[in-house]
C-alpha cells in the first residue's frame, strides 16, 4: 500500500501531512511503535514509525541528524508524530531535517491511539495477502490437477496463457524450439532491461524488458524469468505485459508455472538421458562389438531402426579436446540433418554418427565441408572422418576405419575433413601398429635437411608439389627461376640424388610428404615448438 492511499483512510483522514508532495509515493508494508534511536538494528525498508515528539526529548542537533540519515539510508516509509497534550506544534527544525532527508512527516492529533493506525495499516496488507494466498491454492490446484494428466510442454504453457491472460512464450535458445500462445511480438528488440527485486512471494529472478517490434509498432513491456534445469541451458519464459506494473498475483501463478515447468523439463531431460543411453549401447553392440552371427546383428539393427536399407556410412570427429568438447552438440545435430537414419555413438574420445539409406549416394567431402562452415570457423584444429560405403556384411570394419583415418590425421595432418581416398597410398599405413612403418620411409639425410635447413627444404618441396617444373616452382615460391635451380642443385649434392631419376626422386618425394604431414600435425595442435620426432 502506498503512504497516500494509507493517509486516505478513514481512521487517518485527520492526519496532517508537513512534508508536502514528499514520499507519497512510498510503499508501506509495515510499521513500528519508535522506542530507541537504534533503528538501524530493528526498523527495515518500507515500514512507518510512529513516536510522541517526547521520543526527541533532550537529544542533541547530532544525535537527531544522524536519526534522520538512519531513516533515509533504511528506506523508511515516513515518520509519523502524535501531538501530546502539552505540544501543540512540532518544532521546525523537525521539519526541516524532514525535508533535507526526503522523510514523509505526518502528524496526527492525540486522540488518534497507536492501534487505529496500525489497524489502518495492517487490515488491508492482511486482506492483500489473504487474497495473493487464495491466487495461489486456487493456481496450485488448476496445476495438480493438470499434473496428474502427465502435460506436454506445450499444455503447461497453455494453462499458463489462460491463468495469467496475457502473451506469453517459452524459449529453449539451445534447442530452437519456441511454444508461445497469444500475439507474442515478433522480431522485436531489446531496448532496455531492469532487474526486479525480489519479493515475498517470489524465489526466481526476474527481468522487465522494454522490447521494441517494427512489425508490432509501439514499445512493449515484458516480463523474462530464466529457467535453469538440465534439459535445457538457455531456457527463458516471457510473459508479455500491456502496463510495466507486475501485479503480486501475477507472479504467484508464474511462480506455480515455473514450478510445474522445472518438473517437466527434469522429466524431459532424465527421458533423453534414459534413451541416449539405450542408443548409445546399441550403437556400441553395432560398431564396437559387432556380432559374427548376421542374424543377431539384424535383430541389432533393427531394434536400433537401422535396418531399412542396403547402405551404411559413418562420420566421426574427435572430441579429445575441450573446444571440441563445447562443439560436440552442435556438430551432432548438423551432421543428423544429412540423412534421415541414423544412429549416434558417443565415447569419451570420439563421436561416431551412422548413417542408413538406400541409394548408393554416398556423403560427400564437399557437403561435409559446407555443412560444417560454422564448426570448423570456430575450431580450425577439429577434424572429421568419412568412411567408405558399406553394406550390412561388412559393418564390423566401418568403426576401426574411422578411428585408424583419426588417429592418423593427428600424426600426418591430411585436411580437416578426411576419408580414405585422401591418404592414397598411405591408407596401408593407418592402422596404429603400422604407423611407425612410416619412420622407415623417410631417408635420414631427407630428415636432416628438413631439420638444419628449411629453405632448401621447402623448395624441394614445392618442386614436388609442382610436378617438378622449374618454373612453376619459382612461380609459387616468388622466387627467381635462377635461385630455385641453385637451391635444387644444393639439394641434390646434400641427399646425394639425381632429380632426372625418377625412382630416386619417388623415394623422397614419400619422405617429403610424411614429413609435411606431420610438420602440419604438429602446427594444427599448437606444438610445433616439440621437435619432429620420426
Known sequence: MKLEELLSLSQLE????????????????????????????????????LTSFYAFDGLTEVDLEEFFHKMQQIGVSGLVIKMERLIKIIPDWVIELSFKYQIPLIKIAQDVSYEKILLAIYEPLLNHQTHILRAYYDVRQRFTRLERQHPSLKKIMEEFYHLIGAPCSLKM???????????????????????????????NDYNLLTLFSQQNGPSQSALEVNLFNPYSSHCLLLVYLNQTEVK???LVIIENTIDVLQERLNTEYLLKKERYERLNNLADAILQNTPKNLDELESLLQEAHMNQHAYYQ?????????????????????????????????HHNYSLIL????????????????????????????????SSLKQRDDLKEILMECLDILRFN??????????LADIGIFRHFIRSEQVQALNDLVPAKLLNLSQTNF???????????????????????????????????KVEKILAIDLADPLQVMNHEIGTYIIKMRRTALEKNNDISKPSEL
Open 410 to 419: 593427428e600424426e600426418f595432418y591430411q585436411d580437416n575433413v578426411v576419408e
Open 14 to 49: 485527520t492526519s496532517k501531512i508537513l512534508t508536502k508532495e514528499i514520499g507519497l509515493e512510498n510503499e508501506v508494508e509495515s510499521a513500528m511503535v519508535l522506542e530507541a534511536l537504534d533503528i538501524e538494528h530493528w526498523s527495515k525498508k518500507n515500514q512507518l514509525i
Open 455 to 489: 629453405d632448401l627444404f621447402e623448395t624441394f618441396y614445392q618442386f614436388l608439389r609442382n610436378n617438378r617444373n622449374y618454373k612453376q616452382t619459382s612461380e609459387a615460391m616468388f622466387l627467381h627461376s635462377k635461385t630455385i635451380r641453385y637451391r635444387l642443385n
Open 355 to 386: 548413417f542408413n539409406f538406400s541409394q548408393n549416394k554416398s556423403i560427400s567431402k564437399l557437403q561435409m565441408k559446407h555443412l560444417l562452415t560454422e564448426v570448423l570457423e570456430s575450431n580450425p584444429t577439429m577434424t572429421f572422418v568419412i
Open 314 to 346: 559413418a562420420v566421426a570427429f574427435s572430441t579429445k579436446t575441450p573446444a571440441s568438447k563445447l562443439l560436440k552438440d552442435k556438430a551432432i545435430n548438423l551432421l543428423k540433418s544429412l540423412k534421415t537414419d541414423s544412429i549416434f555413438f558417443d
Open 248 to 250: 503480486e498475483t501475477d
Open 173 to 203: 535458445i539451445d534447442h530452437q524450439v519456441e511454444i508461445a500462445f497469444g500475439e507474442t511480438p515478433k522480431d522485436n528488440v531489446v531496448l532496455g532491461r531492469k532487474n526486479l527485486s525480489s519479493g515475498e512471494f517470489t524465489k
